[in-house]
C-alpha cells in the first residue's frame, strides 16, 4: 500500500531564505508525482508535476526533484516571499491508477 | 476558462442528518473526482467517475454515502445519515480523459457534523 510522507509538518521562515521541503513514497511504482500549493479555504493548485521518467522540474522559484529509487522528492523554494505562505502538499499516481495519493502536507509561513 | 464549482461552500449539520454537495466541472472533463480532506491531513479519493460511469468506489463508505454523475457532466454527492467524522472539507476535481496529468481542483465544501 503506497503511503506518502512530509515532513516538515510546518515551517516558519523570515523571508529571503531557500527553503526545502520534503516528500516521501513507500512504492516507487509511479506513474508520476505532483506538487500542489492550497491557500486557507481554498483548493488546490498544482505547481509542478514531474514523470516517473523525470529527475526535476522548475517553475520560477521553485524547483522539484525526484528520486524515485529512493522513493524522495524535494521542493525547493528559492527566495522566499510573504505570499508563498500557504500548504504545500505532495501526490503521487502510483502506475495503472488515476488516482492521487496524498501526504499530509508542510504548512509554510513566511514573515516579512 | 471558468473553474471547477462546488455548492454550498459550507454546511453544518447534527449527526444523523442528511447532506448533498453539487460539482459542476470544467467544460469537456470527462474525468471526475471527489476527495474528502479532513482537517490535518491530505485529500483522500472517495470517488472517480469517467463520463458517468463509476472508475473507483473503493475508499467510499457505501453505508451512507452515494454519488452520482447524470449525463457524464454535474456530480452530486450525498451523506446519510451523516457522522462526526464526517467533518471535512469535499473537494471535487475534473481532468480531461486524454490529459490525466492535470487535475483542477474545485474550493470545496466544507462540513461540520455536531
Known amino acids: 500500500k503506497q503511503e506518502v510522507t512530509q515532513i516538515p509538518a510546518a515551517l516558519s521562515v523570515p523571508e529571503g531564505e531557500n527553503l526545502v521541503l520534503n516528500c516521501s513514497f513507500t512504492?516507487?511504482?509511479?506513474?508520476?508525482l505532483q506538487w500542489f500549493r492550497q491557500d486557507p479555504g481554498k483548493g488546490l493548485t498544482s505547481l509542478l508535476l514531474i514523470q516517473s521518467s523525470q529527475r526535476e522540474q522548475t517553475s520560477g522559484r521553485l524547483n522539484a526533484s525526484l528520486d524515485k529509487s529512493s522513493g524522495r522528492s524535494t521542493l525547493y523554494i528559492a527566495a522566499s516571499q510573504p505570499g508563498d505562505s500557504a500548504t504545500y502538499l505532495c501526490a503521487v499516481r502510483p502506475l495503472g491508477t488515476d488516482k492521487l495519493i496524498f501526504g499530509t502536507g508542510t504548512r509554510l509561513q513566511v514573515f516579512p | 476558462e471558468a473553474g471547477v464549482a462546488q455548492s454550498p461552500r459550507y454546511k453544518i449539520i447534527e449527526k444523523r442528518q442528511s447532506v448533498a454537495f453539487w460539482c459542476n466541472p470544467i467544460s469537456g472533463h470527462a474525468t471526475l473526482y471527489w476527495y474528502q480532506q479532513i482537517l490535518g491531513q491530505g485529500p483522500k479519493l472517495l470517488i472517480q467517475f469517467q463520463n458517468n460511469g463509476v472508475v473507483d468506489d473503493s475508499q467510499l463508505p457505501k453505508d451512507r454515502f452515494s454519488a452520482e454523475r447524470l449525463k457524464g457532466v454535474d456530480s452530486t454527492l450525498k451523506i446519510q445519515p451523516a457522522k462526526l467524522e464526517d467533518s471535512a472539507v469535499y473537494l471535487c476535481?475534473?481532468?480531461?480523459?486524454?490529459?490525466?496529468?492535470?487535475?483542477?481542483f474545485g474550493e470545496g465544501s466544507w462540513l461540520t457534523v455536531v
Open positions: 476535481a475534473s481532468s480531461l480523459d486524454l490529459d490525466r496529468n492535470t487535475i483542477y
Open positions: 512504492d516507487s511504482a509511479i506513474y508520476n
